[in-house]
């Protein structure tokens, strides 16, 4: 027994779960796992025999205590309570009659699986391509290579050599599924799984296509150009209609995903549809003013900042973002300028700042002066 899960772990419920919450998450796992659901997963069939160990004993009352005393070694074999499954499972009937009963006969002793001969759409496909972040913001054609299923060209998706076509698989009738019993501790259950003789199709083809093996599709490698629209961000996606695996039985094509990376930009610094960079500027510059040279992603601009320009200061260029998708218009740029101070300075560099220091007042350092008042009546005042 001890490899065997915590029966509250099972069901996803708290040790002192009602018998309401107990049957509300055995209905919600009872569909999601239920064989019949899924006949080419041999997985379900045991993930639902758990749960619905889990659900018989803790909705038993009697059996409950003795599993939260004891655990699992209350019904080992001589034990107390003998085996979990023995007796009580009506509730359990009762409640995959009242999730299945009512679904056309899907489940139960009507069991039956939907027409292997109808047509079915293809299977979605998913890749992903990196761009450059200029790319990302104007727009490109990209051309990508993929592998999909087509329709076989030689028996347009028969599956069949000529016209030998293809008659009724005896073994399930045409229904492409079998029902089997299984004797189980709660008592026989059936399912329904493909049948292996026809492998699911219903039908046996007399002489199979050679190119598909009677599949009626093969794989092939594709190669597209995928239209990637202006002002697309990184980690969105593309959907490329049809392009996906082709459909069975003449039914549609799945189709392509197309995952976009944008590589960083040495920089801009994009956040949405804005796009922000930080340009350095000399001490003079930011002490007299000066007309600056700004990047964007269309180009260089010009921009006057004014004197007296302080680090962190930001300016925004409207319009000079990102064009919005789908819309015609764009986001902004802001820039913020940060001063570099000058260093290596030699001796008459020197002398010609210390010169200027010494000619400038308080009045010329607002912040300085503020600063320093503020830091005096603090200190004023704590004494």
Do not use: W
């Not at 601009?301 to 200061?313: A, P």
């Not at 000058?342 to 007042?361: H, I, M, T, V, Y």
């Amino acid at each position: 027994m001890a490899d065997k899960r915590d029966y509250y772990e099972v069901l996803g419920v708290s040790r002192s779960a009602t018998d309401d919450e107990l049957k509300k998450a055995y209905r919600q796992l009872a569909r999601k796992y239920h064989p019949d659901l899924h006949p080419d997963d041999p997985t379900c069939e045991d993930k639902f025999k758990e749960i619905t160990e889990a659900y018989e004993v803790l909705s038993n009352q009697e059996k409950r205590q003795m599993y939260d005393q004891y655990g699992h070694a209350a019904f080992e074999n001589g034990g107390m309570g003998g085996d979990p499954g023995a007796g009580g499972f009506s509730d359990v009937s009762e409640i995959l009659e009242s999730l299945f009963g009512g679904m056309g006969g899907m489940f139960g002793g009507g069991t039956r699986m939907n027409n292997p001969n109808a047509p079915r759409q293809g299977r979605d496909l998913q890749t992903s391509v990196t761009i450059e972040f200029m790319e990302a913001c104007n727009g490109k054609s990209q051309n990508i290579q993929i592998q999909r299923m087509e329709t076989c060209p030689d028996c347009h998706g028969s599956g069949s050599a000529g016209n030998s076509g293809s008659e009724v698989c005896p073994d399930c009738q045409g229904r492409g599924s079998v029902k089997t019993m299984q004797r189980t501790p709660f008592g026989m259950i059936s399912s329904t799984k493909p049948c292996p003789h026809c492998g699911g199709k219903g039908k046996i083809i007399k002489s199979p296509c050679q190119k598909c093996r009677g599949a009626g599709r093969v794989r092939v490698n594709k190669s597209l150009n995928v239209d990637i629209p202006a002002g697309i961000d990184d980690g969105t996606a593309i959907r490329v209609s049809g392009m996906g695996d082709a459909g069975v039985n003449g039914g549609p094509a799945g189709n392509l995903i197309v995952g976009i990376n944008v590589k960083p930009h040495p920089i801009f610094q994009r956040e949405g549809y804005d796009i922000h960079c930080d340009i350095p500027i000399t001490y003079a510059q930011a002490v007299l003013g000066d007309e600056i040279v700004v990047p964007t992603i269309d180009g260089n601009v010009k921009y006057r900042i004014g004197e007296g320009t302080q680090t962190g200061t930001v300016f925004r260029l409207k319009g000079k973002g990102v064009k919005k998708l789908q819309r015609s218009d764009r986001g902004d740029q802001y820039v913020k300028v940060f001063v570099e101070v000058p260093k290596g300075l030699n001796k008459k560099q020197k002398d010609l700042l210390q010169q200027l220091e010494a000619s400038l007042e308080s009045k010329n350092y607002s912040k300085r002066d503020n600063f320093f008042k503020k830091l005096k009546e603090i200190i004023g005042g704590k004494q």
